[in-house]
């Protein structure tokens, strides 16, 4: 089992990054998928998840009307577009795949793989 996310760097308030998860090794399209996100000296937290369909979204507070997770299933893949990026958005930001095909939960702990992480940084 894989998950191999991409897309981070460094970008200036107000700038946007599309984020991408790869999976391998596992049935995809009948897993709900999520990214969360994790500051230094902060808890890991929900940013967004999607169903198995990708017909249902859910997102953060903090993130709502901002960002948007979307899904690919034929190409394994789930994207997190951010846009009008915040400081406070630094972090490093993990995909996560969750076999409970609804999708939306916010624990970490609920969810069976994780990738790697990519790093975000909002700053001028």
């Known amino acids: 089992v894989q998950l191999q996310a991409s897309g981070g760097g460094l970008v200036q308030p107000g700038g946007s990054l599309r984020l991408s998860c790869a999976a391998s090794?596992?049935?995809?399209?009948?897993?709900?998928m999520g990214w969360f996100r994790q500051a230094p000296g902060k808890e890991r937290e929900f940013v967004a998840g999607?169903?198995?369909?990708?017909?249902?979204?859910y997102y953060a507070d903090s993130v709502k009307g901002r960002f948007t997770i979307s899904r690919d299933n034929a190409k394994k893949t789930v994207y997190l577009q951010m846009n009008s990026l915040e400081p406070g958005d630094t972090a490093v930001y993990y995909c996560?795949?969750?076999?409970?095909?609804?999708?939306?939960?916010?624990?970490?702990?609920?969810?069976?793989?994780w990738g790697q992480g990519t790093q975000v940084t909002v700053s001028s």
């Open positions: 996560a795949a969750d076999v409970f095909r609804i999708g939306g939960r916010r624990s970490t702990s609920v969810y069976d793989y």
């Open positions: 090794g596992f049935a995809f399209s009948s897993y709900a």
């Open positions: 999607i169903n198995w369909s990708g017909g249902s979204t």
